[in-house]
Nanobody, 126 residues
Framework: VQLVESGGGLVQTGDSLRLSCAASGLTFRNYAMAWFRQAPGKVREFVSTISYSGSRSYYADSVKGRFTISRDNAKNTVSLQMNSLKPEDTAVYYC????????????????????WGQGTQVTVSS
């Protein structure tokens, strides 16, 4: 199984970025997918999750209204559209796969996710 993130970079406050995660080696449509992030010196934190069909999604309060998660089961990809970026969004962003097709009850915990990508750096300058 491979999850490969892309789309990170250095942007300014208020800018937008779109992250993508390409999955291979698994039956993508059977997995709920999620994005987490980890800033230097901090624990990895939940950002957003989406069910296998894309019909349900959840967001951390800190990104609600600014970030949008989506998936394309035909292309085995999950994306995170990030708007109105803030310096506190600076982190390495990770894609993760949950073998529960529907979103797990405690989706914000990392233990629900079997597979992880290597991460992509997002830096927002003030």
């Amino acid at each position: 199984v491979q999850l490969v993130e892309s789309g990170g970079g250095l942007v300014q406050t208020g800018d937008s970025l779109r992250l993508s995660c390409a999955a291979s080696g698994l039956t993508f449509r059977n997995y709920a997918m999620a994005w987490f992030r980890q800033a230097p010196g901090k624990v990895r934190e939940f950002v957003s999750t989406i069910s296998y069909s894309g019909s349900r999604s959840y967001y951390a309060d800190s990104v609600k209204g600014r970030f949008t998660i989506s998936r394309d089961n035909a292309k085995n990809t999950v994306s995170l559209q990030m708007n109105s970026l803030k310096p506190e969004d600076t982190a390495v962003y990770y894609c993760a796969a949950d073998p529960s097709a529907v979103i797990s009850t405690e989706y914000w915990y990392t233990y629900n996710y079997d597979y992880w990508g290597q991460g992509t750096q997002v830096t927002v300058s003030s």
